[in-house]
């Protein structure tokens, strides 16, 4: 049986294994703040993924602002998108909802939000 997991990447670049809400939640209001940035300078940003170790892989990007970023690979090297990049502006705590679905595997959920193409 494939085996689940959940990772973080802060604004900081550090990686976050099984994150909690409260990790969560903290990581979202250092991208909000606008005070952190990327370790390379630029604007920062976090992003939950959720995947399987042989397969199918999800992530939530959320960048300073509110811009939020959906990505579905076919596996974690993103070596094949599975869609689209779709796209969105949120408040913090939709933002945090969308992570809440995503750790819980609600990808269905996530994938009926109202995202625009990346174009």
């Given at each position: 049986m494939a085996h689940a997991w959940v990772m973080l990447t802060r604004p900081d670049g550090r990686d976050v294994a099984a994150p909690s809400e409260a990790q969560m939640a903290a990581a979202l209001a250092d991208v909000y703040s606008g005070k952190t940035a990327a370790p390379d300078g630029g604007p920062g940003s976090a992003v939950l993924r959720f995947g399987y170790d042989d397969g199918l892989m999800y992530e939530v990007e959320v960048s300073t602002g509110g811009g939020v970023r959906f990505a579905e690979w076919s596996d974690r090297d993103c070596e094949i998108a599975l869609a689209g990049p779709r796209v969105m502006t949120l408040a913090q705590?939709?933002?945090?909802?969308?992570?809440?679905?995503?750790?819980?595997?609600q990808v269905a959920k996530i994938r009926n939000q109202p995202w625009q193409d990346a174009g």
């Open positions: 705590a939709d933002a945090l909802q969308l992570w809440r679905l995503l750790a819980q595997r």
